[in-house]
């Protein structure tokens, strides 16, 4: 007992750490104690260390399936390691740490249903997926949270069925405490992602009326105003945000506001006060990529674009980064005057290994755009990673609509196949193309070459003569 009450003081005090290896002490002089085990694991949890606290949480729910607080812990853990996972933009593990925390809260859920805390838990595990595309979604939810009635299997759901789950676990929740400000905030965003605009608003508004100094719901209503292009109110949300807090998340949107209203100087500014409020916040430095772009800066664009990536994962810079290392690849190729700062990341910032890295983690996010998706083939090809080259430009192949982009890519896939040695099929694709260009034509006379059709491939070279 002294132990445990020196390791809860060490809690109260926050000295996670000592706490835990008192704790420790009383579960080696008594192994069957659960309160120190439970404690231990949610030192583990406030200290990162999710994986190791659902081990320990599920060792407790070995003995005791329907203990409570354990079976709320794990799910806690379950949603911290999978947003951990989602900033480090390794979705799959995402879904597996979704599916884990719907099962084990909707036990927890089942022992005591009259918990709200439970309910909003389950709301989360639902939203997480918000932000993944549509085409990876895919978990086994548990039918008892799906339909009145339901039995212990599971059932498989799309992202929209799952957005949907989580819109009935909040608002159970709020029939069990309505006035809880964070749970109507956290409804409005479900809602915002499947398109319902004028709900969210209903329920911001509602969190606001709730909690009125509350920063960031000020923020997700100015966003949600942003979405519908109602610039002025998401304006004046998000002004009303920065008097209650003045952090980078509310000038970074202001400045996006600006940027859509074209007022340059303005956003530029925002974004200014936004690296000034922190320094690492990447979006605020993508703000000012972006500001630069529009202006005109190439340099200085594509300077910030890179810092970005320093920083971490984010689609926008990433997008934008993988953008300029091919423009700028494109004027090198040409003989174009290209700026001698860009050329210098290029060659000797290892800007194509980053830009491969960059698009990687923009494609598997945003899986239908086509251009990230062809940009992505001819950089996997320039490193010589030519299969994964034609992995995803085939991928682009089948999105593409634009004639003139269909051309470009056909010319790529005929290109990267002639490296396959697939040379028939390159030939096929070099004569799918509707309007012909020197690269295209020159691509089709080395495929003709490569098989020994040398008739075809002279004719072929003698056809770009006009263009030199």
């Known amino acids: 007992m002294c132990w445990e009450a020196l390791a809860d003081a060490y809690m109260v005090r926050g000295s996670y750490s000592a706490a835990r290896k008192a704790f420790e002490k009383v579960v080696s002089l ?7 085990k439970l404690m231990i694991a949610g030192i583990k949890h406030k200290l990162g260390h999710y994986q190791d606290a659902i081990v320990d949480y599920q060792g407790l729910l070995t003995n005791n399936p329907d203990y409570l ?24 593990n995402v879904l597996d740490c979704v599916q884990a925390a719907l099962h084990v809260l909707t036990r927890a859920a089942l022992v005591r249903p009259g918990l709200a805390g439970t309910w909003r838990l389950l709301g989360e595990a639902g939203s997480m997926c918000s932000v993944l595309p549509g085409e990876m979604v895919e978990v086994m939810v548990p039918s008892k949270l799906v339909r009145v009635g339901g039995g212990d299997e599971g059932e498989k759901m799309d992202k929209q069925g799952l957005l949907e789950v989580a819109v009935r676990c909040y608002t159970k929740a709020l029939v069990l405490d309505g006035d809880n400000a964070g749970v109507w905030h956290d409804l409005a965003l479900v809602q915002a992602a499947l398109q319902q605009m004028d709900k969210a608003v209903q329920a911001l508004r509602k969190a606001i009326s709730l909690s009125p100094r509350q920063a960031s719901t ?16 998401a304006q004046h949300c998000l002004v009303r945000a920065l008097q209650l807090e003045n952090s980078a998340l509310c000038w970074t949107n202001l400045g996006v506001v600006y940027l859509n209203l074209g007022e340059q100087t303005l956003a530029n500014k925002a974004f200014k006060e936004a690296q000034n409020a922190e320094p690492s916040y990447t979006r605020g430095w993508t703000g000012q990529a ?18 970005c990536t320093f920083l971490g994962p984010e689609p926008e810079s990433a997008r934008g980064y993988g953008d300029w290392v091919c423009s700028t690849m494109a004027a090198l190729e040409k003989g174009d005057k290209v700026e001698t700062h860009n050329k210098y990341i290029l060659e000797k910032m290892f800007g194509i290994v980053v830009g491969v890295d960059s698009l990687s983690s923009y494609c598997e996010r945003n899986p239908g755009d086509d251009v990230a998706l062809c ?44 490296k396959l040695g697939r040379c028939e099929e390159a030939i096929e694709h070099y004569q799918a193309i509707s309007s012909t260009t020197f690269y295209s034509q020159v691509g089709l006379a080395m495929a003709h070459y490569s098989l020994g059709n040398y008739q075809q491939a002279y004719e072929a070279y003698e056809s770009c003569l006009h263009w030199l």
Do not use: C, I
């Open 69 to 92: 607080p354990a079976l709320r812990g794990e799910g806690e853990s379950q949603l911290a390691l999978g947003q951990t996972f989602l900033d480090q933009f390794v979705d799959k």
């Open 375 to 418: 940009q992505l083939g001819v950089l996997y090809e320039k490193m010589g990673l030519v299969r994964s080259g034609y992995k995803v430009m085939e991928m682009s192949n089948k999105l593409v609509k634009n004639t003139v982009e269909k051309d470009k890519v056909l010319t790529n896939l005929g290109r990267l196949l002639t």
């Open 218 to 233: 000020w923020v997700s209503l100015g966003l949600v105003y942003a979405k519908q292009e109602d610039w002025a109110l």
């Open 30 to 36: 008594e192994p069957d104690t659960v309160y120190s």
């Open 290 to 307: 972006l500001v630069a772009e529009v202006a005109g800066f190439k340099s200085e664009s594509m300077d910030l674009f890179r810092h």
